[in-house]
């Protein structure tokens, strides 16, 4: 099987491929040709017995798609995007990546399509950026898409295209709505949403952490692993269940600030916890309070799609995965 | 005041021309230009005293956008599209005029926003073929977007575009879920939703009309008056109690094809009535059976969108607009 991966060299893209090395199969079959595509050029992943090429493109370039599905790959996951803040100030950019790299890829596979019957899986990421304020409690699967960003409207538009497309029988597409990514490995950044990850993985290693919202704040996460086990689900389950409707919220953790905090007293101990420094900043908070909550995802949690069962797991997840298993002394 | 009508040599561009010339204003302001485009140059409306542009442009090219608006309309009315069944069968077309056409019409309002300041009203003419069966019995404000054709997936992509487009602040845009409209002056045609008008408007007339569903198929209907209605409203109302949430279905009225039926017994006799023979055709049985039956439209009731009183309203406004008020003898 040869699978591409486009936003290979992102954080999620980076694991999904380490997985699929370590795996060696997918859905059952070998993997034995791994295509990866990034804007600038994805790593070689270490171990891999198959062939591997990795290429820099940038999706936004109309000579990209065709190249990318020129070998036919089976299988597509489509990662590359533009950020909700980087897509909020670069308006161009955002719709020239988001949108129309999105559709650049769809027509490249449809022109495959009518020229030789390919049709490929697809699964494109999508996000709870779709989903505007206010919400019901816990957001279900039949509730409307009214972005607050143009990278939620380009997402939105994504799953439309991949599901008409899907309809016409070019693809076998899937989008699925990724929880926001919660330990999310790396250093610190500026993105609003960073400081979820930030008051956890930077007092793992005993460095402080500012928290600049209250502890009630309440907000929807899953873990990179989590997320990696919704993609290779996707990608391989039977989608004709999905009928017309193939854009699904995928199933993750609503945690509460206070109850992140908690599992981090609980794994780590009140010294990690004394490392997060309070920083209260209103702009922060009005950004925060646009996001999503909770869902009800009963269709992806029927659909055998399944999350992280509580935040001590997902500290303990990245304690696996990012600290060798174990935190410093 | 300028104006602005794309799509103008269609049903609906033709009763809202008219309307404006005969009213000569939109929301207090004297209409003193009207610029009509459609595929097809617009025919010269008669009796209006302020200028008058008439074109044919073909909105798929990117030349058409930049033209339209090169004159700075103040409100502008995007009625153009390819219908539901020749966007089915013509993808690239359909994606063409549907997606292509709107998006070159915003971004050509975005470099006049860019240049001077430029920020018109935007009505959009957006369907319930957005909405996908499934569905509840009535289909409230809330519910989301998954069509079953391209022609709907367009138009709901259209949505996302002009409410982000406003969220920036480009234009001060609205979409409208029009219901169907019934009855549709002119001949019978071939489209599957045909029927809905046929069994009136020819009967009206002393002409035969074949019904090829049940009597109780459940359907949503506006008079071609009521969403010349919704047009001006959405041209004249304040949106900013949109919010982000600036695509609304227009309300309607529910009726089975037995309530039609027996508003045509009471508006023009049981003659009329003897006129419409059964055919029952199994494909278009099919084909209805995955369309909107009922809706809450709460908030656009709550906005001041106004739909016909009863299916008898819905005849009588046919009589007297397309009849010269009166049923032949």
């Excluded at 990696?228 to 039977?238: D, S």
């Amino acid at each position: 099987m040869h699978v591409l991966i486009i936003g290979a060299a992102g954080m999620v893209g980076r694991k999904l491929t380490e997985r699929l090395v370590r795996d060696g199969h997918l859905g059952g079959a070998a993997v034995e040709r791994l295509t990866l595509v990034d804007v600038i050029e994805p790593a070689r992943p270490e171990g891999f017995s198959g062939s591997v090429t990795t290429k820099a493109l940038d999706i936004a370039s109309p000579a990209a798609a065709p190249e990318m599905v020129s070998a036919r790959p089976e299988v597509i996951f489509h990662l590359a995007a533009i950020v909700s803040g980087e897509a909020e100030l670069d308006f161009d950019k955002g719709y020239a990546i988001n949108l129309d790299g999105t559709r650049q890829l769809l027509d490249a596979i449809r022109a495959a399509h009518e020229a030789e019957g390919y049709t490929p899986r697809l699964v494109f990421t999508s996000s709870i950026a779709v989903f505007g304020a206010p919400f019901p409690d816990k957001i279900d699967d039949a509730f409307f898409s009214t972005p607050r960003t143009s990278y939620g409207a380009q997402k939105a538009i994504g799953e439309l295209l991949v599901s008409d497309y899907s309809r016409k029988g070019i693809l076998d597409g899937i989008s699925i709505r990724l929880p926001t990514i919660c330990i999310r490995p790396g250093k610190p950044n500026k993105a609003a949403s960073g400081f979820f990850s930030n008051i956890l993985r930077e007092p793992l290693v005993g460095q402080e952490a500012v928290l600049p919202v209250s502890e009630d704040v309440r907000h929807w996460h899953a873990s990179p692993r989590a997320a990696v086990g919704f993609l290779l689900h996707a990608a391989t389950m039977e989608l004709s269940v999905l009928e017309q409707r193939r854009a699904l919220s995928m199933p993750g953790l609503s945690a509460t600030v206070g109850e992140q905090i908690e599992a981090l007293r609980r794994v780590a101990g009140e010294r990690a916890v004394r490392l997060i420094r309070r920083e209260p900043d209103p702009a922060i908070d009005a950004i925060v309070a646009g996001w999503p909550r909770d869902f009800a995802p009963k269709r992806a949690l029927e659909l055998g799609f399944t999350a992280d069962a509580s935040f001590d797991e997902i500290i303990r997840i990245h304690i696996e995965d990012e600290l060798a298993g174990a935190l410093p002394a």
